[in-house]
Each structure stands twice: as structure tokens, then as C-alpha cells.
């Protein structure tokens, strides 16, 4: 089994920074891209940013230079640090792996629970 656990959400004020974390513990073996992606009340979840194993990110346009994506491959975690956080960024924040399993010898995408970021005033 390959669990994904998020941490780092909470109620940040317009303009704040927050930063989420999330580790991939379990069977694994391997995790190729890495990246976050949220939703939002009433809307379709949405890439937030990627980033592969090398390093190489990818960001949806709305967050190009609030927010960086970053990973550290021995821990098997990625990072997202948000900043001038907006109204509207407001959302479910969800982490999402390849993972190479142990247990199926396979690669395999997989999800986190998701960690709720509120900016409110």
C-alpha cells in the first residue's frame, strides 16, 4: 500500500503564505512526477503545479510566481509554498503521485486526502 499525506492547510488572511507538504510513505519504490492540484467548491479539480523526479516544473498560469513547487526525493515529499495568497485561492488541496509500488510492480497514480486552504479576511 502507498498512502500520500498532506499537511500544511489552514485559514491564512488575503495576501499570506502558507506552505503544504506531502509524503508518500507505504510500499514504494520509486515516484516519478509529483504535483498539487485543488478544488474549489462547485468546480473541477484543477492542476495547481507538477514537478518530476529531475526537477522540471510545470505551473497552472493563475499561480506562476505566487506559488513553487519542490520536492526532496529522499524524503519522498513535495512541497508547494504559497504565497500572496488571493480570495479565490481558496480550495481543497490535493497532492498526486506516480509511484512505482512494491506491492504490484507497477507504477501507479495516487491521491492524497487533501488538506483545505481558506484565505479569508
Known amino acids: 500500500q502507498v498512502q500520500l499525506v498532506e499537511s500544511g492547510g489552514g485559514l491564512v488572511q488575503p495576501g499570506g503564505s502558507l506552505r503544504l507538504s506531502c509524503a508518500a510513505s507505504g510500499s514504494v519504490a520509486g515516484i516519478n512526477t509529483m504535483g498539487w492540484y485543488r478544488q474549489a467548491p462547485g468546480k473541477q479539480r484543477e492542476l495547481v503545479a507538477t514537478?518530476?523526479?529531475?526537477?522540471?516544473?510545470n505551473y497552472a498560469d493563475s499561480e506562476k510566481g505566487r506559488f513553487t513547487i519542490s520536492r526532496d526525493n529522499a524524503k519522498n515529499t513535495v512541497y508547494l509554498e504559497m504565497s500572496s495568497l488571493k480570495l479565490e485561492d481558496t480550495a481543497v488541496y490535493y497532492c498526486?503521485?506516480?509511484?512505482?509500488?512494491?506491492?504490484?510492480?507497477?507504477?501507479?497514480?495516487?491521491w492524497g486526502q487533501g488538506t483545505q486552504v481558506t484565505v479569508s479576511s
Open positions: 514537478i518530476t523526479r529531475g526537477g522540471s516544473t
Open positions: 498526486n503521485a506516480d509511484v512505482w509500488s512494491l506491492t504490484i510492480r507497477t507504477w501507479k497514480n495516487y
